[in-house]
């Protein structure tokens, strides 16, 4: 059995569907609360959902655990109870990662970009302490993400006991199937498309630094098919821990983005610059790479998904269907 935290969520779904559908029993550790998420498990036959609450009981009962796959957080760079994500985003995993080490299970988990601040800094998954330490989030979202790192750091640095296998995920901007209930944390495409449904242009931020012209911003754009790819190969290969990138490895800007979604569509591109809203100001990351060498040099080799390919079939497949759930 594999157990998924997050399971119901983004990244968790496709993560759980891509398990079943190679046939494995899954169980999704999270919270569906009275939203959408349920529509991301609809299509697969799962092993069960547990509220995260209830995991002291389960591990009580030994169950026998192929891996925890722990994408559950709060995700939201606009967050600000700093308790309940800490409690969210530190103390879990570090629950989880304690249970993985005594039990002898694989541990992979979600980290993010989000660690890696402004980009001053570049984007390189060095765990090494001094790296680590090195590192200035923007928000409350990144620096619990780095807490989290830096714990597992310093455990491995003491010889506290590890899980046979870990792995620490870096995901850039994610894209793709079952963000749907993810409200303002959706991805850009997302809110592009919908913004054009409704007859309106595909608005982006203007630039409030005189390097960067209105759109010009860049981001690594990364399809969650990519991101799974990866969290697969991990599985299939035990031997290799550490902490990851996972992206695509090239900045593309918003504007190439929006024309990608466009050219999706069949549609002429129509596009209009806002004001950046006050709360992200001084807190927006305006170039983000992820250097793929490290997992690359560990041996995978799955070609990234361009983003003209990523989004058309993004758009094209699930967009405008009306049961988009993968």
């Not at 694989?106 to 001053?120: K, Q």
């Not at 200035?136 to 491995?156: C, E, H, I, Q, T």
């Not at 963000?179 to 309106?200: L, N, P």
């Not at 290969?237 to 979604?261: C, E, H, T, W, Y």
Request: charged fraction near 20%.
């Amino acid at each position: 059995m594999y157990v998924v935290t997050g399971g119901a969520g983004f990244i968790g779904s496709n993560l759980v569907a891509a398990l079943c559908d190679r046939g494995e029993e899954v169980l999704v550790v999270d919270r569906l609360r009275d939203g959408v998420k349920w529509r991301n498990l609809a299509h697969h036959g799962i092993a069960g959902i547990l509220d995260p609450d209830q995991l002291p009981a389960f591990w009580a009962g030994q169950p026998k655990v192929s891996a925890v796959l722990h994408m559950g957080a709060i995700s939201a760079t606009t967050a600000t109870d700093g308790d309940l994500v800490a409690a969210t985003n530190l103390t879990l995993p570090l629950a989880l990662w304690a249970e993985c080490a005594t039990r002898g299970i694989p541990f992979i988990y979600a980290s993010s970009a989000a660690t890696y601040g402004d980009g001053a800094l570049g984007f390189a998954d060095d765990e090494s302490a001094a790296a680590l330490a090195a590192l200035r989030p923007l928000n409350l979202y990144g620096w619990s993400k780095l807490a989290f790192d830096r714990r597992v750091a310093a455990m491995l640095a003491r010889g506290y006991p590890a899980p046979p296998q870990w792995a620490g995920l870096r995901f850039f901007n994610v894209y793709g199937p079952n963000e749907y209930h993810k409200g303002r944390m959706a991805s850009v495409v997302f809110h592009k498309f919908h913004e054009v449904a409704r007859g309106e242009p595909a608005r982006l931020f203007r630039s409030d630094r005189p390097d960067y012209a209105d759109g010009a911003q860049m981001r690594d754009f990364v399809h969650v098919d990519d991101c799974v790819a990866a969290m697969l190969w991990l599985l299939d290969n035990p031997k290799v821990s550490g902490l990851f990138n996972i992206g695509s490895g090239q900045a593309r800007s918003f504007v190439d983005l929006v024309r990608a979604m466009f050219a999706g569509l069949g549609q002429n591109d129509r596009i209009e610059f806002i004001d950046m809203p006050p709360d992200l100001r001084g807190k927006y990351q305006y170039f983000t790479e992820a250097p793929m060498a490290k997992l690359r040099a560990a041996g995978f080799d799955r070609a990234p998904t361009t983003l003209e390919d990523g989004v058309g079939r993004y758009v094209r497949d699930f967009l405008v269907n009306p049961d988009p759930h993968r």
